[in-house]
T-cell receptor, first 113, second 112 residues
Framework: GAGVSQSPSNKVTEKGKDVELRCDPISGHTALYWYRQSLGQGLEFLIYFQGNSAPDKSGLPSDRFSAERTGGSVSTLTIQRTQQEDSAVYLC???????????FGQGTRLTVV | DAKTTQPNSMESNEEEPVHLPCNHSTISGTDYIHWYRQLPSQGPEYVIHGLTSNVNNRMASLAIAEDRKSSTLILHRATLRDAAVYYCILRDRGGGADGLTFGKGTHLIIQP
């Protein structure tokens, strides 16, 4: 596709369940970012992938959060044992590594009930 | 620490120009100045970026101070659709996790 694609667009899960959120970046983009945005708040950085380098996980809020990027393309953000405070919109962005414009997906709205 | 400083909110009238300021006094020589905006219930979208010279595109203009310590995003004729949160960020040419760090941005309100 032409842009960054995220799925699902909406996810409702029960507290304690695990969820997986998917991001398909633009083809050829080596940099990939995950963010979380709670209602009415700013973008909170979670994790950054760049090519085959070790990811920067400095923004992950707890060990319940993990992410992987297979083959330098698709990325999956996994949240284990979800809590109500995990409810937010999760956004993915990709870019070329040279600092040019980043492209965002439309996000996954996660609701933990 | 935030690399950029922006006013929390600004208000303007429809069909008038809007000047959104951004201070970035610690900018380095390899930092690009990027602007993004986030419309309600959408992901952020790219607006414009520049390094040293002023830039124009179909969405906006970017005026960069000679010492590069500040910049201004100019919307030449605001519409109601331009109501959004506007983010000014510094993006190093080498990328990295710090290369896409968002502050609180400026909430632009457009009055009809």
């Amino acid at each position: 596709g032409a842009g960054v694609s995220q799925s699902p667009s909406n996810k409702v899960t029960e507290k304690g369940k695990d969820v997986e959120l998917r991001c398909d970046p633009i083809s050829g983009h080596t940099a990939l970012y995950w963010y979380r945005q709670s209602l009415g708040q700013g973008l909170e950085f979670l994790i950054y992938f760049q090519g085959n380098s070790a990811p920067d996980k400095s923004g992950l809020p707890s060990d319940r959060f993990s992410a992987e990027r297979t083959g330098g393309s698709v990325s999956t953000l996994t949240i284990q044992r979800t809590q109500q405070e995990d409810s937010a919109v999760y956004l993915c962005a990709s870019s070329l590594v040279d600092g040019t414009q980043a492209f965002f997906g439309q996000g996954t709205r996660l609701t933990v009930v | 620490d935030a690399k950029t400083t922006q006013p929390n909110s600004m208000e303007s009238n429809e069909e008038e120009p809007v000047h959104l300021p951004c201070n970035h006094s610690t900018i380095s020589g390899t930092d690009y100045i990027h602007w993004y905006r986030q419309l309600p219930s959408q992901g952020p979208e790219y607006v414009i970026h520049g390094l040293t010279s002023n830039v124009n595109n179909r969405m906006a203009s970017l005026a960069i101070a000679e010492d590069r310590k500040s910049s201004t995003l100019i919307l030449h004729r605001a519409t109601l659709r331009d109501a959004a949160v506007y983010y000014c960020i510094l993006r190093d040419r080498g990328g990295g996790a710090d290369g896409l760090t968002f502050g609180k941005g400026t909430h632009l309100i457009i009055q009809p």
